[in-house]
């Protein structure tokens, strides 16, 4: 069955830096568009960024772009976000996803939390 596992978060200070993975099992990761989402405590789930099966044109939520970097290793079935520039309107719980069969897939998440 379809696995996400997110690893990676914690606690950095304003400015800080964190890498993200998603280490993705059961499906043909090479073949999906991957995507990571955010959501922050009394808010709505956010899309942050998403990348095609080639890793070619990549997208990014407005408030996040030239900071972070989604990317990924189809030979480790993995996914990767790179997250500069930290600021505390970054903090949430960050989840990987991929649409299968139109089904969507989540894992559990990962907690980042930018402070000082």
């Known amino acids: 069955q379809v696995q996400l596992v997110e690893s990676g978060g914690g606690l950095v200070q304003p400015g800080g830096s964190l890498r993200l993975s998603c280490a993705a099992s059961g499906f043909t990761f090479s073949s999906y568009t991957m995507r990571w989402y955010r959501q922050a405590p009394g808010r709505e789930r956010e899309l942050v960024a998403a990348i095609p099966s080639a890793g070619s044109s990549t997208n990014y939520a407005d408030s996040v772009k030239g900071r972070f970097t989604i990317s990924r290793d189809n030979a480790k079935n993995t996914v990767y976000l790179q997250m500069d520039s930290l600021k505390p309107e970054d903090t949430a719980v960050y989840y990987c996803?991929?649409?299968?069969?139109?089904?969507?897939?989540w894992g559990r998440g990962t907690q980042v939390t930018v402070s000082s």
């Open positions: 996803n991929v649409v299968r069969s139109r089904r969507e897939y």
